[in-house]
């Protein structure tokens, strides 16, 4: 069965220290990892997707498939990155796409 | 220049009283979702639609019902609403393992409240 942990219900930092948001997925195959995010009353939108191996807004994940984990990182966190973040699996012919619970990041000044 | 688009975007119905949500999309995503989003919580996958195939998540409750009368449309039915169906439901669209990246967009939702 496909699952997504993010063990983490809430994590909060001070603004610019570093930020990890943890992930880690349960999937028999080669599933496609993805992070969202969402802001205070905005709708949900993708952050990063493992296949693009990029970097937005100074965030980055690598996907770990000995570990099954695709951990999201950022070096100096802002206020601005306050959000609900939520990691994703996405897999099967049919592509169907599962959300972790979330993680609560919160930036204090 | 939205690419999803639900209607309404609040939307208050009696207990009991069927309600129909809709979701429009300008992508030509073949797969499209409806999930719920209660308060504070992850997005809980109701079912999906991969073409015209309906798939049910083995959880959703026999209550939930939808449609997709072709690509751009699909409606979530709620036949009888209860309390506990009050919630942020969101719709997606993505395109199918390899026809791309599964990248979901999302609506912005609708706010339902059951009175």
């Known amino acids: 069965a496909q699952r997504v942990t993010q063990p983490e219900k809430l994590l909060s930092v001070f603004k610019g220290a570093p930020v990890e948001l943890k992930c880690n997925y349960s999937?028999?195959?080669?599933?496609?990892l993805f992070w969202y995010v969402q802001y205070s009353r905005q709708r949900l939108q993708l952050l990063l997707r493992?296949?693009s191996r990029e970097s937005i807004k100074g965030f980055t994940a690598d996907l770990n498939k000995g570990e099954t984990s695709f951990h999201l990182k950022k070096p100096f966190a802002q206020e601005e990155d306050s959000a609900m973040y939520y990691c994703?699996?996405?897999?099967?012919?049919?592509?169907?796409?599962?959300f972790g619970k979330g993680t609560k990041l919160s930036v204090k000044p | 220049d939205a690419m999803v688009i639900q209607n309404p975007r609040y939307q208050v119905t009696q207990f009991g009283k069927p309600v129909t949500l809709s979701c429009s999309q300008t992508?030509?995503?073949?797969?499209m979702y409806w999930y719920q989003q209660k308060s504070s919580q992850a997005p809980k996958l109701l079912f999906h639609?991969?073409?015209?195939?309906?798939?049910n998540e083995a959880d959703t409750p026999d209550n939930f019902q939808s449609r997709r009368p072709n690509t751009s449309f699909c409606f979530l039915d709620i036949r009888s609403p209860g309390l506990g169906d009050a919630a942020m439901y969101l719709c997606?669209?993505?395109?199918?393992?390899?026809?791309?990246?599964?990248?979901?967009?999302f609506g912005q939702g609708t706010r339902l409240t059951v009175v």
């Open positions: 997606a669209t993505s395109r199918s393992p390899g026809k791309g990246t599964t990248e979901a967009f």
């Open positions: 999937y028999s195959g080669s599933p496609e």
């Open positions: 493992h296949i």
């Open positions: 994703a699996l996405s897999g099967g012919s049919q592509g169907n796409l599962i």
């Open positions: 992508l030509n995503h073949n797969v």
């Open positions: 639609y991969y073409d015209k195939d309906f798939n």
